[in-house]
Every structure is written in structure tokens, then in C-alpha cells.
């Protein structure tokens, strides 16, 4: 089992804060965590500027009634951090179905002495779904 390095660990207690506010579905939370010109790249390749990012919840679009984030890895670089993880979460997108098992690569950049998050790239995670 990896160890956590104290430099590490308040970015891990961001991605736990960034996935409770996910499936709260709470956009001002979010908005709190995101920097002003955050970019979120869906798995099918769409764009979302932070004001669109937070509109699928303050719009009641998106329903998440499960948002699990594990197998995270940190890489520091300065006042810059780059985070994989494997998501697997249960919502819907106005109505319809958007389950599903994800990879994503978040950018957190300090501001302030505070990390929050400047980007986020969501892929579809193949070897999750194969698994029984």
C-alpha cells in the first residue's frame, strides 16, 4: 500500500471534497473548488467552461445517486498538481441514464495557499466495465 506524503494529502481531501459535492449535486460547493476559468472535458469529448460545469447541477439536469473516486495518484509539480483516479458513479443527465465506470485526469493549481481544480479530462474506463 502507497503512503501518503503530507504534500499530498490535501489534494487527496480535494478530491474527496470535489466528490461529495458531485453527487450532492452541490453547484455552489463546486464552485467553491473550481478556479474561475476551470475546463471540463466530458468522455465524449465535449467542453464545459466552469459556468456550464456548474449549470448540470443548479439546473437539476444531473442526478448522482452514487460517486465513488479511488486508485488516486498524485504528481507535484510546484504550485501544481496533476491527479489520476478511477470513478465509477450512478446519475442521470436530464433523465437519461449516465452510469458509468470512468478514468479522469484532474489539474489542481494552489491559489492562495488553496489547491482547487483548473481542469478535468473524463475517459470511459474500459477495464471496469469488462469486470464481472
Known sequence: MATTSAA???????VREWSAAELAGDWAALGDLLTGD???VGPQGYLRTREQWLARYSSGAVRTTSFTVDEVRVRLYGDTAVLIAAQTQ???NKGDNADGAFRFT???VREEGRWRLAGLHVSPNAAAAATP
Open 106 to 108: 484532474l489539474i489542481a
Open 38 to 40: 476551470f475546463v471540463g
Open 8 to 14: 499530498e494529502q490535501p489534494l487527496l481531501d480535494l
Open 90 to 92: 450512478r446519475s442521470t
